[in-house]
């Protein structure tokens, strides 16, 4: 993709030349949509990014929050979209790995990552054929460099067929001194490369997942695609972690997209400065690669830091210590950002030089027509209700995820508490440290004992129902799986994926999550610290959905937390808002409709979230409850499936089968020894409903509107391996 006649007279005028290859080829690359956000940084400011816990917001690798005193986490998410759809073993496994030096680039320590991917149908074998591909690409990676991943979600919908997503996100932890951000400080420090040699891989990969993929997008684009190799990101985690240690890095930038063009010069852009720096300096696993090759190649696990000059022999000793390679290949300065390169004959040839901040920030943004979503009727199927429990039970999109799973490796680390398959995973944070009990103290957690909770994913059903409602909804259910597991919200990420914003629609559909997504977490208090935007997810089979995939962190005092499984001994309660406390039920979004057809009006959500939240946080913590599960995928229908495992079972009643089915976020089941102290930690706040008893019988029995449905929990094992069955 050449730069547009409009962007080239821009640059023309800047420089009062025409570019070189190599400056144009930089232009397009950084001012891309990928790059530049040109459609999407004018919607940005919608979200709220500040607090007391905000240490770093958007703009750097990766955002930084307050943990406790002391300590820091980092949060980062990124896509890999087009990437995993021409490649999706390598694909999925490279977006892990820039995700993890991301969180390298601000001093942290990866300590868990979540995968949020979205595909076509289920039944499709080209869909089936890029979820195995993308979930081995993510498990061989992450497991390789000992990180382990906790979460995150997985959806089919028609609308991936010709374009996955692939959304990965990083949480990092460090101590607040060895904090590192991505602004070049001091004219005269050298920019240090550190990591694999330089080759022809990734090429083009910033302008390549800014446009439409096209049919023959496999073979024609697979040279955009980046090989990742994760033994040397492991090596390159634990040589950052020794240059941190002898407080070697002044600054730090991962090589992502548009490669060391894009990392160094946004590094200086950031600090008001420029950079010289000699190509040929480069270490390169290939002969005879020219400057361009050398600026734009998206080869992986590389990083690019400020060194003070007396460290640079220090930093040189440590990369080969870690058996990396090691290339001064310039220095901070106070001019233009000057690349040149030497030929075999030694003639230096300048190839670029530009002002850094109009390379790295000087895009123009995109003023673009956009369309509001229409809302839809009310045209609901009548199925029985036998046949939409096992339909609803039964789909991809609520079965187990258990063969997605049990291929990470979810406890290297040792802090995992709560695994995958729950509402939310739940880490150990013992770094912190705890303080000592004196003799005969109570045994419950002390204020340095903390757990850091992590939910991560959306729903293309809500968002395609009602993209501002159904983002909304996303950004609730992160923070109530959150609360369900007794942690409040600490902070998110976002990363939203639209298609093609030049169609009005598609722009409407879009500017509409975004101002969702937004309204919650602003009603939820809780920042947006950083992000992604990934437009131009269109193909010819047609732009995928508008998908604001989000990643939420909460923290709570000690690391135990209630199980979504019953215990099969107490009363069941649903809390919140819904259809159970009135008498209307809106299936819009559900996956009810997406088996059987039809339409209707997103349910309404509640009035008051924070507060019902914070009540569902204290009674996830209360010593009576025994089990806690978030109410939404598929309804109360799958929800009630998903806790009745082994012995433990229930009878529950609702007045009207449709109830099962409706997805009112916000809600949450409730087994409890104590349903007095639910009421009256929700008195005031939210409906508290009685829904039935929890026993020892391994049955599920539901009566819906006159109507009585039993089954084993073997038999709704069954139906929600439907995943496994058809891929082992």
């Not at 820039?98 to 680039?105: A, F, H, K, N, P």
């Not at 602004?183 to 446009?211: C, I, K, M, Q, Y």
């Not at 002044?250 to 852009?269: H, Q």
């Amino acid at each position: 993709m050449p730069l547009t006649p409009s962007d080239r007279e821009l640059v023309v005028e800047e420089l009062g030349r025409d570019p070189t290859p190599a400056e144009e080829a930089l232009f397009e690359n950084l001012w891309s949509e990928h790059c530049a956000y040109r459609s999407s940084r004018p919607l940005l400011s919608a979200f709220d990014s500040q607090g007391e816990q905000v240490v770093v917001g958007p703009g750097d690798d990766a955002a930084v929050v307050e943990l406790v005193e002391d300590w820091y986490v980092t949060l980062g998410i990124e896509s890999h979209n087009h990437p995993s759809y021409v490649d999706p073993y390598d694909g999925a496994a490279t977006g892990v790995g820039g995700i993890v030096r991301d969180t390298l680039s601000m001093g942290a320590y990866p300590i868990a990552l979540t995968d949020s991917l979205y595909f076509g149908a289920f039944d499709r074998e080209h869909s089936r054929y890029l979820f195995e591909g993308v979930v081995e690409g993510i498990a061989d990676y992450g497991n390789s460099i000992g990180v382990p991943t906790v979460g995150g979600s997985v959806a089919f919908h028609p609308d991936y067929e010709g374009n996955p997503l692939v959304n990965v996100a990083c949480v990092g932890l460090l101590r607040a001194d060895r904090l590192v951000t991505a602004r070049a400080r001091t004219p005269g420090n050298a920019l240090v490369l550190v990591g694999n040699a330089t080759g022809r891989d990734g090429l083009g990969g910033a302008s390549f997942a800014s446009e439409d993929l096209s049919e023959d997008a496999e073979t024609e684009d697979r040279p955009a695609v980046q090989v990742g190799d994760p033994y040397a990101e492991k090596l390159l985690i634990e040589c950052n972690e020794a240059l941190l240690d002898e407080e070697l890095v002044v600054a730090a930038r991962d090589l992502g997209a548009a490669g060391l063009g894009g990392a160094s010069s946004e590094m200086v852009a950031k600090g008001g400065l420029g950079a010289r720096i000699d190509l040929d300096r480069v270490h390169q696993r290939e002969p005879n690669m020219r400057p361009l090759e050398i600026l734009l190649a998206e080869s992986q696990e590389r990083m690019c830091y400020e060194v003070r000059p007396d460290d640079v022999e220090r930093v040189r000793e440590l990369a080969g210590r870690f058996d990396l390679g090691c290339s001064v290949i310039g220095e901070v300065t106070e001019g233009n950002y000057v690349c040149t390169f030497a030929d075999e004959g030694g003639d230096r040839e300048t190839v670029v030089d530009v002002p850094a901040e109009y390379l790295a920030d000087g895009a123009p943004m995109n003023d673009l027509d956009a369309v509001a979503p229409a809302s839809p009727e009310r045209d609901l199927p009548d199925v029985p209700s036998r046949e939409a429990f096992e339909a609803v039970v039964g789909s991809p999109n609520t079965a187990s995820k258990r063969w997605v799973y049990r291929q990470y490796d979810h406890e290297v680390g040792a802090r995992t508490v709560v695994r995958p398959g729950d509402d939310a995973a739940v880490l150990a944070v013992r770094e912190v440290g705890a303080e000592p009990r004196s003799a005969g103290e109570s045994s419950g957690p002390s204020a340095r004992e903390t757990g850091l909770a992590i939910s991560a994913g959306a729903d293309p059903n809500w968002t395609s129902a009602d993209p501002y409602e159904g983002a909304r909804a996303v950004a609730l259910e992160n923070a109530t799986n959150l609360a369900a597991k007794g942690a409040r919200p600490l902070a998110a990420v976002d990363c939203l994926n639209g298609g093609n914003p030049e169609k009005p629609k598609v722009y409407g559909g879009f500017r509409a999550i975004v101002h969702g997504l937004a309204e919650m977490c602003r009603d939820l208090s809780v920042p947006v610290v950083g992000g992604n935007v990934s437009l131009y997810n269109d193909s010819a089979s047609g732009p995928i959905p508008p998908t604001p995939t989000l990643a939420m962190v909460g923290t709570k005092a000690g690391y135990d937390a209630p199980p979504a499984s019953l215990a099969g001994e107490g009363t069941l309660l649903v809390v919140g808002d819904g259809p159970l406390a009135r008498a209307e039920v809106r299936l819009g979004g559900s996956e009810y409709l997406a088996r059987f057809g039809g339409s209707d009006r997103f349910p309404a959500l509640p009035e008051a979230p924070a507060d019902a939240l914070d009540a569902l946080a204290d009674v996830a913590d209360h010593p009576a409850t025994l089990a806690v599960h978030d109410a939404n995928h598929g309804g109360l229908a799958a929800t009630l499936a998903e806790m009745v495992t082994g012995d433990a079972g229930a009878t529950a009643t609702v007045e009207d089968a449709p109830a099962l089915f409706d997805e009112t976020p916000g809600r949450a089941v409730v087994e409890t020894t104590d349903p007095w102290a639910v009421r009256e930690r929700f008195d005031g706040v939210a409906p508290v409903t009685e829904l039935g008893e929890a026993n020892s019988t391994g049955t599920l029995t539901l009566r819906a509107g006159g109507e009585t449905l039993t089954y084993g929990a073997g038999e709704i094992a069954e139906l929600r391996d439907v995943i496994a069955r058809e891929l082992e």
